[in-house]
């Protein structure tokens, strides 16, 4: 079935081309928010939505591969068969282009030239390894400044108990393979060409069996619901991965495991905004307190810390607590937290707060009023 044009991804994330990594990565969280198959169960667009900007964000925060797409678009990844990402989406490695037209280096094989020209000893289709996979993990902003251990489950091909993997009954005598007599490959002729391909009767393992595993009809694999417990690391971020390995699809025919692949999203929060290692915060005070200063408590993950507020102080005054942001996801030092307070003006006054207000404005001067005073002597040309 015939498909439209690949979106750009820059139109995906919302982001503008020449978008810092900041950028980006607020766009992404923003769109991983709105499209994440925990919000939108049983939502087939929004999970394909997901995967989309999920994709485009894998690219863009590349240096290489931004550059790459910037150049050439989406068909800097389209060239061949190249390596895909868990999830099961286009995200390529440049030099996996290579890997597919002449075949990897040292025997591994496999190249389109060897499989037309027949070049020495290609790898058997028989064990195999299994597919990576991707989890999506959404956690708390707690959970990323503290770290935590989350069990995850999800469904993918393991390998069968029943035959341990190898696809035969057991019990069930080995026997050569009667087409490709052994050798895991069969080659036919194209004209001058020879093609050498995967044996279809063995699957390229050589052998056959009196009888196929009843479990998983010779595969070796079957479909289940796996469950693992994850440590997340103090400090990680959205977009961080977190590799498990071993834990990805089972091999065929009794071949080594992919990994798993943990993508995390941390969630917004309600009273804080990360910047990279670094909380922000606004915290209204009284004005009074700021008129007179004094000392409030103020919120942190840490728990509540005092903060002083000096007399005079402005709305939208920024402090700065050390040390009361997140981990360094590498190191043992941590972010600052920024608070930024916004003066209330009281809106219901009695009239005996009038009264006081009033005679406060009387008694008080230009000398009293630094920053009015400045202004207003810049803006008397316009009076």
């Not at 290489?64 to 390529?92: I, T, V």
């Not at 999506?136 to 069990?151: P, R, T």
């Not at 590498?330 to 972010?335: E, M, N, P, Y």
Request: with cysteine; hydrophobic share 30%.
């Amino acid at each position: 079935m015939a498909t439209g044009p690949k979106q750009d991804y820059y139109d995906l994330l919302g982001a503008a081309k020449g978008a810092t990594e900041e950028d980006l990565k607020k766009a992404y969280r923003k769109k991983a928010v709105q499209f994440h198959p925990d919000k939108n169960p049983g939502n087939k667009e929004a999970e394909e939505m997901f995967k989309k900007v999920s994709e485009a964000y894998e690219v863009l925060k590349d240096t290489d591969k931004r550059a790459a797409y910037d150049r050439y678009g989406h068909a800097a990844f389209q060239q061949g068969g190249g390596q895909r990402g868990p999830s099961g989406g286009g995200f390529h490695d440049p030099s996996d282009m290579f890997r597919e037209v002449f075949g990897q280096q040292g025997g591994g094989g496999g190249g389109i030239f060897e499989e037309f020209f027949g070049g020495g000893g290609g790898q058997s289709g028989g064990a195999g390894r299994g597919a990576d996979l991707r989890y999506d993990l959404e956690i708390s902003l707690e959970e990323a400044a503290h770290g935590s251990e989350k069990e995850i489950s999800f469904r993918k091909l393991g390998e069968c108990r029943h035959c341990d993997g190898n696809g035969a009954e057991p019990g069930s005598k080995r026997t050569t393979c009667h087409t490709c007599r052994g050798a895991g490959q069969v080659t036919t002729s194209r004209g001058f060409f020879h093609v050498r391909q995967a044996c279809p009767t063995c699957h390229g393992s050589g052998h056959r069996f009196e009888k196929v595993c009843a479990k998983c009809s010779g595969e070796g694999r079957v479909n289940e619901t796996a469950k693992i417990n994850v440590k997340i690391p103090p400090g990680v971020d959205t977009g961080n991965k977190l590799r498990s390995s071993g834990n990805g699809e089972a091999g065929t025919m009794g071949g080594e495991a992919g990994d798993l692949y943990i993508v995390v999203h941390v969630k917004d929060h309600e009273v804080f905004e990360r910047q990279g290692d670094d909380l922000f915060c606004e915290i209204p005070i009284k004005f009074t307190l700021a008129t007179l200063g004094g000392s409030i408590h103020v919120p942190t993950l840490q728990g509540k810390a005092a903060l002083k507020i000096p007399g005079g102080t402005q709305s939208g005054t920024t402090f700065r607590l050390k040390g009361r942001g997140l981990p360094h996801l590498r190191g043992s030092a941590h972010g600052d937290q920024l608070i930024r307070v916004q003066v209330e003006v009281p809106t219901h006054l009695s009239t005996e707060q009038k009264k006081f207000l009033e005679e406060f404005a009387r008694v008080s001067g230009d000398q009293e009023e630094p920053l009015a005073k400045s202004f207003f002597d810049k803006a008397k040309k316009f009076f």
